[in-house]
């Protein structure tokens, strides 16, 4: 068995540097989410990637995906934000398996008035995805 290469000094300085700044990010955008619109992290990330489609429409597997949630913890998340009116659940046109995520009205209000906050600059149209 080969012995661990261990980080010299000076990486480890810089790693607990990163370490402490995504922190103190994450802990700066929760605060900034919460203070006008009331959305959390968690409730900015799934939004988000529906924003930035045309119709506001992903398969709830690939949204998963996207932002890192397992099956369990998105289907939780989507449950208290489609009793928030943020999102809503629809059958899949292609798969009878499949499931939908539609934003709706009041969660791109939502995500519109949090955008100021997180966001650093608008992204052009053409970058914006259009599948689903």
Request: proline share 5%.
């Amino acid at each position: 068995m080969t012995e661990p290469r261990w980080l010299d000094e000076r990486q480890q300085d810089v790693w607990q540097a990163y370490l402490h700044m995504n922190q103190d990010l994450y802990a700066f955008l929760e605060q900034q989410l919460g203070r006008e619109p009331g959305l959390s992290a968690a409730d900015y990330k799934v939004l988000h990637p529906l924003s930035e489609t045309q119709d506001g429409l992903l398969r709830a597997r690939d949204l998963g995906i996207e932002i890192g949630f397992d099956r369990s913890r998105l289907s939780h998340h989507l449950s208290r934000m489609e009793r928030r009116g943020l999102v809503a659940r629809e059958e899949c046109a292609e798969d009878a398996r499949g499931l939908m995520v539609r934003l709706t009205e009041a969660g791109r209000r939502a995500i519109q008035e949090a955008a100021p906050a997180v966001a650093t600059r608008p992204r052009p149209a053409a970058a914006r995805r259009t599948e689903h």
